[in-house]
C-alpha cells in the first residue's frame, strides 16, 4: 500500500513570495491533515479535513494561508505571502477507521529567506 | 492549557532499555500515540494505546498508562542505535480526532 506522497520535498524562496504545497493521501483515508512543525517543535495542527470539507482551521493563519481538498483526495496548502517565520517543515497527514491512527508524509522543508 | 509534555533529552548505551515519559492534559483523550522521528523524515506511527487501557506490549515496546495522573510512557527494551530519533507523544482529542502532540524527546543510543 503507497503511503502519503508531498511535494516538493525542499522549496525555497524570499519572504513576500508564494509557496504551495501538494499532498496525495493514503487510498480510501478520509481524513486528511497539514501540520507546521518548527524545528525543535512537535507538530501543529493547520487544518483538518473530513472528505472535502474542513473540520478544524482554528491554528490556520487565514490571512496568509489557504488549503482545499478538491474531490475528497489531494489537497494543497497555500501561503501567500510568505514570512520568514514561516520556515519549517509542513506534514500531511490521512487516517481512517475509529482508532484515528494518522499516518504522515515525508514533509517539505520550506525556507523562507 | 493543551500543552502535552516530555522530557528533552535521553541519552543510552545500546543494550540497555529506555523509558521516554509523557504528560499529557485532556482527562477525555480516547487514544494514545507514540511516533518516531528521525532526521529528514516524517513521523512513524509506533504504537497507540487505547485509554481504558493499562499497558500495551508490541515486540521491543511497552507503553504504560497512568489515567489518574495522566501519564504515558514508551520503554523500548535492548535499545539499538537504530532507535536513535526524536519520539513524540500525542493525545487523541475526544469527538474531533484532533491530536496534540508532546514537545518531543531526542533518544540517543551509544554504542
Known amino acids: 500500500e503507497a503511503g502519503v506522497a508531498q511535494s516538493p520535498r525542499y522549496k525555497i524562496i524570499e519572504k513576500r513570495q508564494s509557496v504551495a504545497f501538494w499532498c496525495n493521501p493514503i487510498s480510501g483515508h478520509a481524513t486528511l491533515y497539514w501540520y507546521q512543525q518548527i524545528l525543535g517543535q512537535g507538530p501543529k495542527l493547520l487544518i483538518q479535513?473530513?472528505?472535502?470539507?474542513?473540520?478544524?482551521d482554528s491554528q490556520l493563519p487565514k490571512d496568509r494561508f489557504s488549503a482545499e481538498r478538491l474531490k475528497g483526495v489531494d489537497s494543497t496548502l497555500k501561503i501567500q505571502p510568505a514570512k520568514l517565520e514561516d520556515s519549517a517543515v509542513y506534514l500531511c497527514?490521512?487516517?481512517?477507521?475509529?482508532?484515528?491512527?494518522?499516518?504522515f508524509g515525508p514533509g517539505t522543508r520550506l525556507t523562507v529567506l | 492549557g493543551e500543552d502535552v509534555e516530555q522530557s528533552l533529552f535521553l541519552s543510552v548505551r545500546e543494550g540497555d532499555s529506555s523509558v521516554i515519559n509523557c504528560t499529557y492534559t485532556?482527562?477525555?483523550?480516547?487514544?494514545l500515540y507514540w511516533y518516531k522521528q528521525e532526521p529528514g523524515a516524517g513521523l512513524q506511527l509506533l504504537t497507540y494505546?487505547?485509554?481504558?487501557?493499562d499497558m500495551k506490549q508490541d515486540q521491543r515496546l511497552t507503553v504504560l498508562l497512568n489515567k489518574k495522573d495522566k501519564h504515558l510512557s514508551l520503554r523500548i527494551a535492548d535499545t539499538q542505535t537504530g532507535d536513535s530519533a526524536i519520539y513524540f507523544c500525542?493525545?487523541?482529542?475526544?469527538?474531533?480526532?484532533?491530536?496534540?502532540f508532546g514537545t518531543g524527546t531526542r533518544l540517543k543510543v551509544l554504542a
Open positions: 500525542a493525545e487523541s482529542k475526544k469527538g474531533t480526532y484532533k491530536y496534540i
Open positions: 497527514a490521512s487516517s481512517q477507521g475509529p482508532t484515528n491512527e494518522q499516518f
Open positions: 494505546i487505547f485509554s481504558n487501557m
Open positions: 479535513f473530513q472528505n472535502n470539507g474542513v473540520v478544524d
Open positions: 485532556d482527562s477525555s483523550s480516547t487514544y
